[in-house]
């Protein structure tokens, strides 16, 4: 009962947060390809205001990138070879009045503006993901940004430091599980936004 009237209190404060503002510069996505392996970069994923003011208001960002390797190929239908996932947290800690990244592995950074934390969002990051063999390969990129909820951010947040959480190992309680199914449909049903950006690399050879 306590998490659903919190949620719903975190509801009432994200509609009351600030609206994007006009002609902020959208989300983009960029891979290039150096050395036969791809450099993954994001750019102005907070440039609108809307996911800022949602940290700000309790709900969690989760950024989930999927990077694919595919060869290209003469006929209708190229050949998807092998792929890659990786995933980062962005939160506000209201107590310190920062932001908070967690990614893969579990390294923590904070930064004292969204500013800072949206200029660490934009280091391009470099995936040991190549072709083996020769031939002509391109990467495709996907990442989507959702917002979470507290508990989401208490699971992920393990995940990322490498433990295994009560609902993946299915040792989680019941009731547990339903709160949390609940959690999820209410902030669905809040229209807090989601976004997902799409790149592709230029084909490249690989002899």
Request: proline fraction near 5%; aromatic fraction near 8%.
């Amino acid at each position: 009962m306590r998490a659903g009237l919190r949620l719903l209190a975190l509801l009432a404060c994200a509609a009351a947060a600030p609206s994007p503002r006009a002609g902020a510069q959208q989300p983009s996505l960029t891979v290039l390809v150096q050395g036969g392996e791809p450099r993954v970069q994001a750019t102005a994923l907070l440039a609108d205001g809307k996911f800022v003011g949602l940290m700000r208001s309790g709900f969690p960002l989760r950024l989930h990138y999927r990077l694919e390797l595919w060869r290209a190929r003469s006929g209708w239908f190229d050949q998807f070879v092998s792929d890659g996932s990786w995933d980062a947290v962005a939160h506000h800690d209201p107590i310190a009045d920062d932001f908070v990244l967690i990614r893969t592995g579990g390294a923590v950074s904070r930064y004292t503006t969204a500013d800072s934390l949206e200029r660490a969002l934009e280091i391009p990051y470099r995936v040991r993901l190549a072709p083996k063999g020769p031939g002509r390969f391109y990467f495709l990129c996907r990442l989507d940004i959702t917002t979470l909820n507290d508990t989401d951010l208490e699971e992920l947040t393990r995940w990322l430091k490498g433990d295994v959480s009560p609902a993946v190992s299915g040792e989680g309680n019941v009731g547990g599980a339903l709160v949390r199914g609940a959690q999820r449909i209410l902030v669905r049903i809040a229209g807090l936004p989601r976004q997902t950006v799409e790149a592709r690399s230029e084909t490249f050879t690989r002899n």
